[in-house]
């Protein structure tokens, strides 16, 4: 696996704000508090990687980040998030749903990070059948493979099986660095 050099570029909330040139993009989407942040940071083996998305003001952006100069990481909003107020909600499905129509995007996976020790939520299942309206090529992500009882974590992953019929699940573990090479090399080929 070739070293990867990842910088990050800007916060985008619209077309115009669209990094240039156009390049071949994957794109991270998941309930807050998934471990999306800690899932790219393991890719990169880069603990401060995802870090800027979390500053104040950056959490309703999609984040991007430059690949070895040739591909971008989206880092979209986290959703689901309870204690969130209305305007904010509204503002980060209203982002999510743009991405995922934007036709200026050159998006080559759409990776969607559910918790593989709690399984798919409906906010899980939403983002799913928004990203399948618009034909994205979907890679499910179940992460915290390593949290809660191994028996458990099997039938989630069945039922994930259910819920997103017709694309790879990769059992993930951003603890662990279970499924690693694998995600990386799916996305990083
Ligand atoms: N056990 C376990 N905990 C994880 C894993 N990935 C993330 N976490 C924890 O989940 C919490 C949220 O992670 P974070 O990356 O900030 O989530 P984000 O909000 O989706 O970016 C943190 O306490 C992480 O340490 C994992 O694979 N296994
Ligand atoms: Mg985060």
Redesign the pocket.
């Known amino acids: 696996m070739a070293a990867t050099s990842v910088k990050f570029i800007k916060g985008v909330v619209d077309a115009p704000g669209l990094p240039q040139p156009s390049l071949p993009t994957v794109a991270f989407f998941?309930r807050?508090?998934?471990?999306?942040?800690?899932?790219i940071n393991s890719l990169f083996r880069n603990k401060d990687l995802?870090r800027s998305s979390s500053q104040p003001g950056r959490t309703t952006e999609v984040n991007y980040y430059l690949v070895d100069g040739r591909s971008y990481l989206a880092d979209l909003p986290?959703y689901g998030y309870a204690r969130l107020s209305n305007v904010m909600r509204l503002k980060i499905a209203k982002l999510l749903s743009w991405y995922a129509a934007a036709e200026e995007v050159d998006l080559r996976f759409a990776v969607l990070i559910v918790d593989g020790s709690i399984g798919a939520q409906d906010s899980d299942r939403e983002t799913f059948a928004l990203l399948r309206e618009y034909g994205k090529n979907i890679i499910i992500v179940a992460?915290?493979v390593?949290?809660g009882r191994r028996n458990d974590v099997v039938g989630h992953l069945r039922a994930m099986k259910e819920a997103f019929p017709d694309c790879p699940i990769i059992r993930?573990?951003?603890?662990t660095g279970e499924g690693r090479g694998e995600l990386f090399s799916t996305l990083w080929n």
């Open positions: 998941g807050s508090n998934v471990g999306k942040s800690s899932v995802a986290g992460n915290k390593d949290k993930y573990s951003a603890k």
